[in-house]
């Protein structure tokens, strides 16, 4: 069966801080992984996905399948970064999304 | 385009009523995704639906729950003789063909009393 494990219910830090939020999945084939990003009262929207290797609003997150991880980083956070972060796969050619139970995102100034 | 949208944004129903709830997807997206999110969880899959048809029903519960996607009109969840633990946010998402981004609504507060 496949899963998505988001050890931390909450992640908080200071304006400028380093930010990695992890991501750890299980997925007997070769999954899609992604990140989606909830702001506060708006909608779930898509940040990243790993087959796109791109840098959104500073964030990047590589797939490291020998650790089947997915962890979400930047390197300065920006307290317009506090959200709700949710972790998420998809067999590759199917397209239902498996969740984890996300992360909350608070930075500090 | 503004969106998918799901109405109503909250919903309160005693126990034993009916939920129905409505999802417009993104003009031109046939594809159609309802997930459910209870308290302190993350978004689970429910149900998959294309233009008139199931695709995947393997996260609907057996009883009460049923969804359709007519050739006209939203996509309707309908939840039948609710019970407390029917209380959660219910997202529903679209996307225009398989593997491209899908798109959420705002999601359905229900709470059951």
């Known amino acids: 069966a496949q899963r998505v494990t988001q050890p931390e219910k909450l992640l908080s830090v200071f304006k400028g801080a380093p930010v990695e939020l992890k991501c750890n999945y299980s997925y007997s084939g070769s999954p899609e992984l992604f990140w989606y990003v909830q702001y506060s009262r708006q909608r779930l929207q898509l940040l990243l996905r790993?087959?796109s290797r791109e840098s959104i609003k500073g964030f990047t997150a590589d797939l490291n399948k020998g650790e089947t991880s997915f962890h979400l980083k930047k390197p300065f956070a920006q307290e317009e970064d506090s959200a709700m972060y949710y972790c998420a796969l998809s067999d590759s050619g199917y397209s239902t999304l498996t969740f984890g139970k996300g992360t909350m995102l608070l930075v500090s100034p | 385009n503004a969106g998918v949208m799901q109405n109503p944004r909250h919903l309160v129903r005693r126990r034993g009523q009916e939920a129905r709830l409505r999802c417009s997807p993104m003009k031109g997206h046939s594809h159609v995704y309802w997930y459910r999110q209870l308290p302190e969880e993350g978004l689970k899959f429910m149900v998959y639906?294309?233009?008139?048809?199931?695709?995947?029903e393997s996260g609907m519960p057996k009883e009460r729950f049923s969804a359709e996607f007519p050739k006209e009109g939203p996509s309707i969840l309908r939840i039948q003789q609710v019970v407390r633990g029917d209380s959660a946010a219910y997202f529903c998402?679209?996307?225009?063909?398989?593997?491209?981004?899908?798109?959420f609504g705002q999601g359905t507060r229900l709470t059951v009393v």
């Open positions: 998402a679209s996307r225009d063909r398989p593997n491209t981004e899908a798109f």
């Open positions: 790993h087959i």
């Open positions: 639906l294309q233009k008139e048809n199931i695709i995947d």
